[in-house]
T-cell receptor, first 114, second 113 residues
Framework: AQTVTQSQPEMSVQEAETVTLSCTYD???????LFWYKQPPSRQMILVIR??????QNATENRFSVNFQKAAKSFSLKISDSQLGDTAMYFC???????????FGPGTRLSVLP | EAQVTQNPRYLITVTGKKLTVTCSQN?????MSWYRQDPGLGLRQIYY???????DKGDVPEGYKVSRKEKRNFPLILESPSPNQTSLYFC????????????FGPGTRLTVT
């Protein structure tokens, strides 16, 4: 079974600074998908970024980028120029290539301070 | 508007009283799934459905049932709720089960006393 670990239960960052959230996972699969989801206080789950494990290039979405280290089974999220609206829970998630089971990590609560 | 809807949003019930949480999507998605969210545990998958013909257990299916009679709906059924099923529940859908983005409903806060 796959597992996803987020070792930082809580983090804080000053507005406009950069922060990195860690995620590691355990799998015997060679092809899979990785995701970061954001959950603001409204509770809505919002996709931040998606990575296909068979692609070497790290995914980026505006201020959000990942550092995907397949051999180390690491998938960290970097948020640049942090904004107050980035305050949320962030969940790392894993999905096998041929679907079905979707596994989330326990989450990291990020606070962006003015 | 493309969306996943859940009802009710909040529910307080008593142990053993059967309940159903509805989930509907209007995006013609094949894949649908239910999760529960508990503090410190993240989201855990209860059941998922690859399409109307295929439904399977996730990581925490005990005490839950689902039904996928039509593509757009995927209700979650608790036939005899217990206090340990007090949680925040999310329904989600995606185009298919092959790595596409999941769209989540707004969540249902369930309390079982």
């Amino acid at each position: 079974a796959q597992t996803v670990t987020q070792s930082q239960p809580e983090m804080s960052v000053q507005e406009a600074e950069t922060v990195t959230l860690s995620c590691t996972y355990d799998t015997s699969e060679s092809n899979y998908y990785l995701f970061w989801y954001k959950q603001p206080p409204s509770r809505q789950m919002i996709l931040v970024i998606r990575q296909e494990a068979y692609k070497q290039q790290n995914a980026t979405e505006n201020r959000f980028s990942v550092n995907f280290q397949k051999a180390a089974k690491s998938f960290s999220l970097k948020i640049s120029d942090s904004q107050l609206g980035d305050t949320a829970m962030y969940f790392c998630a894993f999905m096998k290539l041929y679907g079905q089971n979707f596994v989330f990590g326990p989450g990291t609560r990020l606070s962006v301070l003015p | 508007e493309a969306q996943v809807t859940q009802n009710p949003r909040y529910l307080i019930t008593v142990t053993g009283k059967k309940l159903t949480v509805t989930c509907s999507q209007n995006m013609n998605h094949e894949y649908m799934s239910w999760y529960r969210q508990d503090p410190g545990l993240g989201l855990r998958q209860i059941y998922y459905s690859m399409n109307v013909e295929v439904t399977d257990k996730g990581d925490v299916p005990e005490g839950y049932k689902v039904s996928r009679k039509e593509k757009r709906n995927f209700p979650l059924i608790l036939e005899s709720p217990s206090p340990n099923q007090t949680s925040l529940y999310f329904c989600a859908s995606s185009l298919s089960g092959f790595g596409y983005e999941q769209y989540f409903g707004p969540g249902t806060r369930l309390t079982v006393t």
